[in-house]
């Protein structure tokens, strides 16, 4: 898959919508490049990982992707599998820096 822009909107738990503008090649690539993006901003309010979910619109070619915050999180925290996926998951953490909290996601 090439790289696509993506539209990454999240709602923190007061209600209030949140979006980001990013590139990417993978749909949780764009989920964790927007999170990262988002909880950079001081107004973000909490987002509630276990209810919430990420709206990933495609902007080259209009596609809405929803992903679960827990299956993005179960996802990253899933061990082994083949090379491919064990390469992805590393590159998703390293992506997400210091806003991937050990114990909340590792």
């Known amino acids: 898959m090439g790289v696509r822009s993506c539209r990454v909107t999240i709602t923190d738990i007061q209600g209030v919508t949140h979006t980001a503008e990013v590139t990417a ?3 949780y690539e764009a989920v964790a490049l927007g999170l990262k ?3 950079r901003h001081d107004w ?3 987002i509630s990982e276990p209810l919430g979910t990420v709206r990933v619109s495609v902007t080259n070619i209009p596609v809405e992707h929803i ?3 827990r ?3 179960s ?3 899933r061990r082994g599998g083949s090379p491919k996926d064990v390469t992805a998951r590393s590159h998703i953490r ?3 820096g210091e806003c991937w909290v050990q114990g909340q996601g590792d």
């Open 44 to 46: 973000v309010g909490e």
């Open 94 to 96: 390293e992506l997400l």
């Open 25 to 27: 090649s993978t749909l």
């Open 37 to 39: 993006a988002i909880r």
């Open 75 to 77: 996802w990253l925290e």
């Open 67 to 69: 992903v679960k915050l």
């Open 71 to 73: 299956d993005f999180t």
